[in-house]
């Protein structure tokens, strides 16, 4: 039986949140026995926000080691640098050619950039939903694991595969579409009340998988909440949503009945409720957090599987872009 292809990747922008884990990777690594996998460091599109070369490379490494650390094993998994793949950068032009500008304009991620960054408002953030588009259709791949941010960059790889084929009259790439095995696509809140777990959202906001307990103590103690319930079985306002959200992800089924029961009761005790919060995020993160370090003083590992990795996701981008030359007309003399 032929499996179905899986492509994801992540931005080496840093560290990998909890939010990363529950609303992509922890996927990549269920994923990964089931289906023909490749998850890669989407470096290029890191360049869009300007890395120094000072950063760059530690960056990468950083989310190859948490990547290894999380379980994906590159023995049944092709994992690569996508710069490491020069065919998604040749992709990416020919698509440019059929991707409009107010299409590129009305993307929420390319208002939202903008907004933060007025004085970058670089082509590459323009295109951005172009470039993660020929990395999925680089592997013709149907399956994408991602949070739910990511919805409408799919629904836009959806536009440019089907009018790629309409183009050139070919039913050549398939449809993809964002994953999860939890029925919903997941958005993981931070702790500051407003929102998702991010990156860019400011101090405090994310814990990361290589958090320190102490760290994710603090953190979570410092969570925004409220004076507490003014009425019984009210509902609850967005930071304290948010903080049960949590809970939901980290925590068992009773626990997470037993705080609700006190919230409903109007007696519970924050200081109570964020403690175990922080104990069960410490946890689950634990077995992540113990391997970061150790792989990461492993170098040489590190350039074999990057290596390998490049080689294997070549393979199969080189034969996609052999096809797509042909389909679009180039010919050699
Ligand atoms: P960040 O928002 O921290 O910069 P990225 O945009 O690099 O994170 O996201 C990498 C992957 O992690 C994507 O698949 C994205 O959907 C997922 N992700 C990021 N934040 C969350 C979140 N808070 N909840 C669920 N998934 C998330
Ligand atoms: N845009 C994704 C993010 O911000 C990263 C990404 C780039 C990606 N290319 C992709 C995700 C291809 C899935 C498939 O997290």
Avoid: W
């Amino acid at each position: 039986m032929i499996k179905e292809t899986v492509v994801s990747g992540i931005r080496s922008t840093g560290k990998l949140h909890i939010g990363n884990y529950y609303g992509a990777v922890k996927n990549f690594v269920q994923m990964q026995h089931e289906y023909n996998c490749y998850f890669f460091i989407a470096d290029l599109h890191s360049l869009t926000t300007h890395p120094t070369p000072q950063d760059l490379h530690g960056n990468i490494k950083q989310v190859l080691v948490e990547y290894l650390a999380c379980g994906i094993d590159p023995e049944t998994t092709t994992i690569y640098i996508q710069s490491d793949v020069p065919e998604v950068s040749e992709l990416y032009l020919y698509l440019n050619m059929n991707a409009y500008l107010g299409e590129l304009e009305r993307a929420t991620s390319f208002k939202d950039k903008v907004r933060a960054n007025p004085d970058n408002v670089n082509a590459g953030l323009l295109t951005y939903p172009v470039l993660m588009a020929a990395d999925i259709l680089i592997h013709r791949a149907t399956k994408v694991p991602v949070g739910k941010d990511q919805e409408q960059h799919l629904e836009m790889a959806r536009t440019f595969g089907n009018r790629f084929n309409r183009l050139y009259s070919n039913e050549y790439f398939p449809e993809p579409y964002a994953f999860s095995y939890s029925n919903n696509l997941v958005k993981v809140p931070g702790l500051d009340g407003k929102g998702k777990m991010g990156k860019s959202e400011g101090e405090g906001n994310a814990v990361y998988l290589s958090d320190s307990p102490e760290v994710i103590r603090k953190k979570v103690s410092r969570a925004v909440t409220d004076s507490g319930p003014t009425a019984e079985n009210q509902d609850k306002p967005e930071a304290i949503q948010n903080l049960f959200d949590l809970m939901k992800i980290v925590s068992s089924a009773d626990t997470l009945a037993h705080f609700e029961e006190q919230y409903n009761k109007m007696a519970i005790r924050y200081g109570d409720f964020k403690k175990q919060l922080a104990e069960d995020m410490i946890v689950t993160t634990a077995p992540m957090r113990e391997r970061i370090n150790e792989i990461a003083a492993d170098t040489a590992y590190l350039r074999q599987v990057a290596k390998h990795g490049a080689l294997k996701a070549r393979e199969s981008a080189q034969k996609t872009i052999r096809e797509v030359r042909e389909i679009i007309g180039f010919k050699s003399f």
